[in-house]
């Protein structure tokens, strides 16, 4: 489990955004070179649809790479979103947070990592446990 999620309160940026280049970019043989034009965009209004409900936080461990999560990730939490089977949200459980895949089944519920060298959790009545928000997007560093 993850003992030490940083979450991070969105600011409202006061930049007018980036360009947006929207022709695409090729990720095979080269394009034309072109004169860069396009619209400026604010990834605050891309990225996060409720912004009174949405936090950031930074992945910590590598319990959900083969889901495209590592380690340092900046993960976009929002906690207006209705948990759903399969979807991947961020939880609370007996005093820890931590992010993994929900998995519910007959109002059985069980947190389940996308790597397997970490142990599928199953939530029982003894455990103090909350769906603390549901991941929506991730941000990385290349």
């Not at 929900?102 to 519920?109: A, C, I, K, T, Y």
């Amino acid at each position: 489990m993850s003992k030490n999620l940083t979450f991070f309160t969105p600011q409202q940026s006061k930049s007018e955004g980036a360009i947006l280049i929207d022709t695409g970019i090729s990720a095979g043989f080269p394009s034309h070179n072109q004169d860069i034009e396009g619209e400026r965009v604010s990834l605050d209004d891309t990225l996060i649809k409720n912004k009174k409900t949405t936090f950031y936080a930074k992945v910590n461990g590598q319990s959900m790479i083969n889901a495209g999560l590592n380690h340092d990730d900046l993960l976009v939490i929002d906690r207006s979103l209705q948990p759903e089977d399969k979807k991947i949200a961020v939880c609370y459980i007996d005093g820890d947070f931590t992010v993994k895949r929900l998995r519910v089944v007959d109002n059985e519920v069980w947190l389940q990592p996308e790597n397997p060298d970490y142990p599928i959790i199953k939530i029982t009545e003894d455990n103090d446990f909350v769906i603390w928000g549901i991941v929506t997007n991730v941000i990385k560093k290349v």
